[in-house]
Structure formats: structure tokens, C-alpha cells
């Protein structure tokens, strides 16, 4: 199940996913109205529509051109969606006139309110905040509601498991939920019927799934991502005031953001093209050079900033994996790249030397246990290698002698990447190709263990299987065969690498 989930949702970037989430929302609000099912009519939802969408990709192509950059047309569709979803509807002059403030404030705070080439605030609680400090406008957040809560809660999975964010939520639903259920029990509400009342009333699923999952205002490692959750659900379900302001939900969120940007990287990275080498006939590996020093751990990934004409719908921003080692001067990316490839790797691959790009984060949590004395299976699919060489590179500097096997499933032998750099290091490798093909000279810490990495190959292959901790890196479709058939030979312990795609 969860390798045919993932399959369907690896073929969608976040960006799209989200936003074919949002249309959704949109388009079931319009049909409840129609029905009479809402408290708003047809006419107030398309005004706010249409000045919440309006004033964002206004306030986003505004700032872009007095900054000279090119706005992301997605991210500005996602951030007015939101608005429109939260901000009190209107018909009046007055209430539309504020939700527009909500608007442009929401698509100029990603430039106003960043620092160094990342925005702090997520966008649509940030113009909520401000069209309510201004007194023109408030949050309703009138998306929490019993009729549109299925597809809410269905949407908010989707995103959280789609991000790896599922732990993430997990905290937050369980101090969220936990809290406003004390209270209302203590205000003499029997437990069922608070539930109910808080999935309904409140937009718990809402501002988890399609809120703090926003990657920019995330801080980069999962127990910090906890803390950021602890701290929202708290400020959300205590509902304080300052002075004559009500702290909802979209104070919560940007008192979170502030908490998450003092625990992650506070800068943009900025990199200069250094060159590239081709891996294999589909793959190859770019070479950066840091205006400063880059700190990561092995295993991390690192999302790259590309404004560019023609961009097609993944966007000019895209997450991959670092391959170099921390303690390398340059920064080294290692991806796919075939014909139908996006416009953004495009781009990329056609940087002139010392080409300038950015880096906007540096995050995530798939590096290896830090015991040395644990045994480790590292899984690559194809180009999922990359993370691991980041890894096997750190060793090697640091020159620690750990238990690796790597296994690597490939779909022909010319895709072996890393191939020589893997025989160097010494790396036990347990290579998988299709039956029927050539297969060429290994080196001598390698075996071909067949055509599929099912259980039976795998133990074959390594037999101490069931006492390694296990890492998966790869597509979607290949992190769910690989999880489901390590599993059936009786291991334990599995961590997936997040496929982001954005």
C-alpha cells in the first residue's frame, strides 16, 4: 500500500500537490455554498477569492520587480489560495479592501520578511497577522468546518506523508488536541462531543497539513521540526491575548516560524558553478563553490534556488541530495538528468562557469547512527546513491571503519554511479541488475545478488540481514518495494530518506 501511494505521489512535486489540494478546497467550497451548506454565499466567496489570489500575486510581483527577481507563479497561487481559505469572506468594499491588504502583505512578506535569500514567516499567517494588526481585516478560518473536514483531513495526510512530517504531527495533534480537550472537559463538555466540537470548529487539520509543513519556514532537523509543533499546538490551544489582540491560529504559526528560524540556518547559501562530470549516461554530478563554509551532515540534502525563464510547473526551486563530505571546500550535487527532464534541471546543467545560484536551506535527518559500533545496509536505487556517498566520503576523512554493506538496484549496468570511487573506498557492495543484463567485471568487494532485491536474494546476499539497521534511499516506488521486502526478512529497523521533489 504504501509503495503504490508513494509511486503516485513521488509523480507530483510538493508545489503541485498542494495546489491541486487547495483548487479542491476551493472548488467544494463554492459547491456547499451553492447549497446552502455554508455560512457564506456565493458572491462573498468569489470577492474574497479573487482579492485574496489578486492581492498576493500583486504584493509578490511587486517586490519582485523593485528587487529585480523572478516571482514563483506556484508558490504565489498556494499563499492566495490559503489567504482566501482563512481571511474572513466578504462582499463589502471595506472587508475586501482588507482581505487585499492580507493578500499583498502575504507575497511581499517572502521578500520584506526574510533575511539573507529565505523568508521567515509563512506567508499566509503573516498577512493575516498584518491586515489583523492593522485593524482592516481578520482570520475566520472559516475552512474549519464539518462539511469540508474529509477532505481537509484526507488532504492534510497526503502533505504530511508526503513531507515526512507524519512525527511532526503526531506532536502537535497530541499537545493541540490534548489541551483544548482539557478545557472544554473541565468546562463541563464530555470528551466525544469536545472532539468533535474541535475537529469541526477548529482548524487543527488545516494549519498542520497545509500550514507548517510550508519546507522554508521548517526548521532543518526532525526533534527541532517537534519543538516547532510543541510550540504552535501550545499558543494555538491557549488562545492568549495581548492587550486587545486575540493570538489565534495565525499568531501561533508566526511565533513558531520565529522559534523555528532561531534553531535552523539563518542564511542563504550562495554557490558559484564550478563544473560538472557525467556519473552515467542519465546522471551526473555539479560541482559548487561556497561563498562561505557550508555546515552539514552527511546524508543532508540541500535546496537550490534557480529563478529562470520558462520554468515549467516544478517551479525554480528543487531539493537534492549533497554529495560531497562536510569537510570538502566545494559542494557537490549528484541527479538525474534525461531529456524530459523539468526546466529547472535544465537550467542547471546549462550554468556558465561561476554562475551564481542559491542554496535556501540546508536540512534533514537521514544520516547514520552516530554509535560506530552499529551494522549498517545502506539501499540505493539509482541516483538514491547520493546521500550515501556523501556518507561513505565522511568516513573515509574522518577515517572510521564501520560494518557498510551497500546494496545497489540499478535498471543497466552503465548506471553505476560512483562506480570506480566505490571500489577505491572499499565498500562492500550487493548489486541487483536486471536478468539479461551484461554484466561487467566487479571489483572484489562486490557481488551481483540477482535481478530484484526481494527477501530471499537479500538474505542470500547478506545473511546477518536481520541485525542491521537499514537505510533506504531512492524513488518513491523503489523506498516502498525495498521497505516492505527488508521487513518480510525480519528487519526491524528501516528510516527512509524524504523524497521531497520539490
Avoid at 49 to 61: K, N, P
Avoid at 141 to 146: F, G, H, M, R
Wanted: charged letters at 15%; proline letters at 6%; one cysteine or more.
Amino acid at each position: 500500500m504504501t509503495a503504490v501511494l508513494d509511486g503516485l505521489l513521488g509523480r507530483m512535486t510538493m508545489y503541485r500537490l498542494t495546489l491541486t489540494l487547495l483548487l479542491v478546497l476551493t472548488a467544494e467550497a463554492f459547491v456547499l455554498s451553492v447549497a446552502g451548506l455554508l455560512a457564506y454565499t456565493p458572491a462573498e466567496l468569489g470577492g474574497t477569492l479573487v482579492a485574496a489570489v489578486g492581492g498576493t500575486i500583486v504584493g509578490t510581483r511587486l517586490m519582485a520587480l523593485i528587487l529585480r527577481l523572478r516571482p514563483h507563479s506556484e508558490s504565489s497561487l498556494i499563499t492566495g489560495l490559503i489567504v482566501f481559505l482563512i481571511m474572513f469572506p466578504s462582499s463589502t468594499a471595506a472587508g475586501l479592501g482588507g482581505i487585499l491588504v492580507a493578500g499583498v502583505a502575504a507575497g511581499a512578506s517572502k521578500f520584506l520578511l526574510a533575511f539573507r535569500g529565505r523568508h521567515v514567516f509563512n506567508p499566509a499567517a503573516a498577512g493575516a497577522v498584518v491586515a489583523t494588526l492593522l485593524g482592516v481585516g481578520a482570520a475566520a478560518w472559516w475552512v474549519a468546518n464539518a462539511y469540508m473536514l474529509p477532505v481537509v483531513a484526507v488532504g492534510a495526510a497526503l502533505l504530511l506523508y508526503r513531507t515526512r512530517k507524519l512525527s511532526m504531527g503526531v506532536v502537535f495533534l497530541v499537545v493541540a488536541l490534548g489541551l483544548l480537550l482539557v478545557g472544554l472537559v473541565q468546562g463541563g463538555m464530555a470528551p466525544g462531543a469536545g472532539l468533535q466540537l474541535v475537529l469541526t470548529s477548529y482548524p487543527v487539520l488545516f494549519l498542520l497539513g497545509f500550514m507548517m509543513t510550508e519546507p522554508l519556514t521548517l526548521p532543518p532537523l526532525r526533534r527541532q521540526q517537534w519543538l516547532f509543533a510543541a510550540v504552535v499546538a501550545v499558543v494555538f490551544a491557549l488562545q492568549p491575548s495581548l492587550g486587545p489582540v486575540f493570538l489565534g491560529p495565525e499568531f501561533a504559526l508566526v511565533i513558531g516560524n520565529a522559534v523555528a528560524f532561531l534553531m535552523g540556518q539563518r542564511r542563504g547559501v550562495r554557490l558559484s558553478f564550478a563544473g560538472s562530470r557525467r556519473l552515467t549516461p542519465t546522471s551526473t554530478e555539479l560541482v559548487f563553490a561556497p561563498a562561505k563554509p557550508v555546515r552539514f551532515r552527511a546524508g543532508q540534502y540541500m535546496e537550490l534556488s534557480l529563478p529562470h525563464r520558462g520554468a515549467d510547473g516544478r517551479g525554480s526551486r528543487r531539493v537534492f541530495s549533497i554529495t560531497s563530505a562536510p569537510q570538502q571546500d566545494d559542494v557537490t550535487f549528484g541527479l538525474r538528468t534525461t531529456e524530459s527532464g523539468s526546466s529547472f534541471k535544465k537550467a542547471l546543467l546549462d550554468l556558465p562557469r561561476d554562475a551564481r545560484i542559491t542554496g535556501t536551506l540546508v536540512g534533514g535527518d537521514f544520516c547514520l547512527p552516530r554509535d560506530p559500533s552499529v551494522p549498517l545496509l545502506l539501499a540505493a536505487g539509482g541516483i538514491g546513491v547520493t546521500p550515501f556517498i556523501s556518507q561513505l566520503r565522511d568516513l573515509a576523512a574522518r577515517g572510521e571503519v564501520r560494518d557498510v554493506v551497500l546494496v545497489y538496484v540499478v535498471r543497466d549496468a552503465r548506471e553505476i554511479a560512483y562506480r570506480d570511487e566505490l571500489a577505491e573506498l572499499g565498500t562492500r557492495v550487493v548489486l541487483f541488475l536486471p536478468a539479461g543484463s551484461d554484466v561487467p567485471p566487479l571489483p572484489g568487494a562486490w557481488t551481483l545478488a540477482g535481478a530484484e532485491p526481494s527477501a530471499e536474494n537479500l538474505l542470500a546476499a547478506v545473511p546477518d540481514l536481520g541485525g542491521r539497521t537499514v537505510l533506504v534511499s531512492g524513488s518513491p516506488a523503489f523506498i516502498g518495494g525495498f521497505r516492505a521486502a527488508v521487513r518480510s526478512a525480519g528487519v526491524s529497523r528501516v528510516r527512509t530518506d524524504a523524497f521531497l521533489g520539490y
